[in-house]
C-alpha cells in the first residue's frame, strides 16, 4: 500500500475530526482536545524542597521567604531556588522563560520540576516545550527527567499525558521507537478513554513511510475498536478510514486479478 495513499487517509481522517470537534492548540491532540476530566489527573514524581531551611545559604533562605510572601524575584535567583527543587520557583521562571522565548530545553525543565510536584498546569507546557525538543542533543539527564513525570502521569489516566506518550515515541523521535511494554500499557489506558487513543494509535502508524503488514494489522485493529465508540467523532472518523483503507485494498486486489 504506497506511503501516499496512507498519507492521504491521515489526512482525510483528520479534516472529519477537525470539522467535528474544536481544535486544540497543542499540535499533538487529533483535532480534538484530551478528555478534559482526565487531563487534570496529577501526579507527584518529586515532593522537591519541602522547607526552607534545606536551603544551603542565608541569601538563598531570605529568598525563598520573600517568593512565599509574593515579592518578585530576579530571574537569576528563581533559578537558583528552581536548581534546588523549589517547584513554587520553578513554575515563575517558566512564565518568564515563555514570555523571553527561551530554550526549549529550559522550559520543558522547569516545567517538569513544577509538574512533578502536582503543579498540573504545568504539564501543558512541558509537553508544548518537549515537542519543540532536538532528540539529538537534548542532555540526557534532562530527558530522563522528562520522561519520568510524563510517563507518571499518562500511566496515571492523563490523558494530554498520554496523548504525547504516542506523539514522542517512534522511529527519530523524541523517545526513540514504541516498545511493545509501552505500547501495552497505553492500550491500557486507552479502555477509559473510548476509542480516541486506539484511534490515535492507528493514524500514527499510517503516517509512518513504510508501515508492515504487521502494522497494518494492527492498524485495523484499533481502527475497529475506535468504530465502536461512543464519542461522534472519534466512530465516524475509524469508520471513514476503514472505508479508505478497503476502498483501496479492493482496487489493489482487483488490478491484481
Known sequence: MPHAFLLRCLVAATMVLMLATPIKAQGLSLGMPPDPEAAQISVVTDKGLTKTKYLPTAALRNARRAL?????????????????RDGNAAWRLVKRLRAQNAAPSDIAHYAAVAAGQGRIHALDTMIDAMARLD???????????????????????????LDAVIAFNGEGRLLGPLSDATRARILKQAARLDGRVELRLALDILAQDAPDAGDLARVRGYLDRAGQSKTLAVQTTAQNVIALLETRSTGVSATTD
Not at 520522561?147 to 496515571?156: D, N, R, S
Open 68 to 84: 512565599l510572601a509574593g515579592e518578585r524575584l530576579d530571574d537569576a535567583t528563581l533559578r537558583a531556588l528552581a536548581d534546588r
Open 135 to 161: 532528540p539529538d542533543t537534548e542532555p540526557p539527564a534532562r530527558l530522563r527527567q522528562l520522561v519520568g513525570v510524563l510517563y507518571a502521569h499518562a500511566w496515571a489516566g492523563n490523558s494530554l499525558a
